[in-house]
């Protein structure tokens, strides 16, 4: 069996992961007990038929990201449907 290098030092500082050590690791849903993913709420994501939305990055203030975040889970298909929403009444244009 291999001699793997400990991942905390003798200060107990943890070392500098290196590809060797990133290569070792598990995804969590094979490496934890089903009872602890149970618990830790996680859930398996089947494959996408076909893409139905496109990540991006947007800045918004804070007010609107707190008050969608509020809602909890789902708020960003929230915002993805107050957009929506809004684009039934009004035209995006460009200003300047």
């Not at 069996?1 to 992961?17: F, N, S």
């Not at 496109?54 to 915002?79: C, N, Y």
Request: proline share 8%; no cysteine; hydrophobic share 40%.
């Amino acid at each position: 069996m291999t001699q793997h290098a400990p991942l905390i030092d003798d200060d107990g500082e943890v070392r500098e992961l290196t590809a060797a050590d990133l290569r070792r690791f598990k995804p969590a849903h094979l490496a934890l007990p089903p009872a602890l993913q149970k618990t830790l709420g996680m859930r398996v994501r089947g494959p996408q038929k076909a893409p139905t939305k496109q990540a991006t990055t947007i800045r918004l203030s804070p007010d609107v990201m707190a008050a969608f975040k509020a809602t909890g889970h789902g708020w960003q298909t929230r915002i993805d449907d107050a957009l929506k929403d809004w684009l039934q009444t009004h035209s995006p244009r460009m200003e300047g």
